[in-house]
């Protein structure tokens, strides 16, 4: 059973707008939670997370907004560019073991 | 560091044979993490060490897979018999448990096709 959702397999944005990449989770005992980047053959990346005691984390040009209630993050982009064209993956971990759950993946393309 | 090396890059079997994949984690990191990459399913855990120790074994998928880490710097993960279902990338990360808030760090992973 997928514990973390991605209901958007891909996403087109033009280049300078803002991306949001949307994801839900199901277990409420996840309390960390995280974005990847994953380039064509090549390993996923660690690009920002969050923790479960926050609802925002910014790093220059992302932001990660998490609504618990909701059980619901999202990750923006602004300004996209190019280069940001990959797969992006959400995770969670829980506060009961140190497994890290994916989602599916959302598929991002910023044309120039 | 060089980071979770994995090896074979890519690996082109026939069916019914062993298949072996490779894991080295990052020197230092104390917990291990077989993914397998699908369409259906994204990144799905296989299987997850803690000091070596199997954790949890819950995602791996039948008795045909199966994964050892006789010590804390290799991870092997075998498919014996191999079957076309099983063609995937499978990745192997590792992490440092016991830090409040760490990520896993995974390597370029295994291109399998059965054929």
């Known amino acids: 059973d997928q514990q973390v959702k991605q209901n958007s397999p891909s996403l087109s944005v033009q280049e300078g707008r803002i991306s949001i990449l949307n994801c839900d989770y199901t277990n409420s005992m996840f309390d960390y939670f995280l974005w990847y980047k994953k380039y064509p053959a090549e390993g996923p990346t660690f690009l920002i997370s969050i923790s479960s005691i926050k609802d925002k984390n910014e790093d220059g040009r992302f932001t990660v907004f998490l609504n618990k209630s909701a059980k619901h993050l999202s990750l923006h982009i602004v300004p996209s560019q190019p280069g940001d064209s990959a797969v992006y993956f959400c995770?969670?971990?829980?506060?009961?073991?140190?497994?890290?759950?994916f989602g599916t993946g959302t598929s991002l393309t910023v044309i120039p | 560091d060089a980071g979770v090396i994995q090896s074979p890059r890519h690996e082109v079997t026939e069916m019914g044979q062993e298949v072996t994949l490779r894991c080295k984690p990052i020197?230092?990191?104390?917990?291990l993490f077989w993914y397998r990459q699908t369409m259906m399913r994204g990144l799905e855990l296989l299987i997850y060490f803690n000091n070596n120790v199997p954790i949890d074994d819950s995602g791996m998928p039948e008795d045909r897979f199966s994964a050892k880490m006789p010590n804390a710097s290799f991870s092997t993960l075998k498919i014996q018999p191999s079957e076309p279902r099983d063609s995937a990338v499978y990745f192997c990360?590792?992490?440092?448990?016991?830090?409040?808030?760490?990520?896993?760090?995974f390597g370029q992973g295994t291109r399998l096709t059965v054929v």
């Open positions: 995770a969670a971990r829980s506060n009961t073991g140190n497994q890290f759950y």
């Open positions: 020197s230092g990191h104390n917990s």
């Open positions: 990360a590792s992490s440092l448990q016991g830090t409040m808030n760490t990520e896993a760090f």
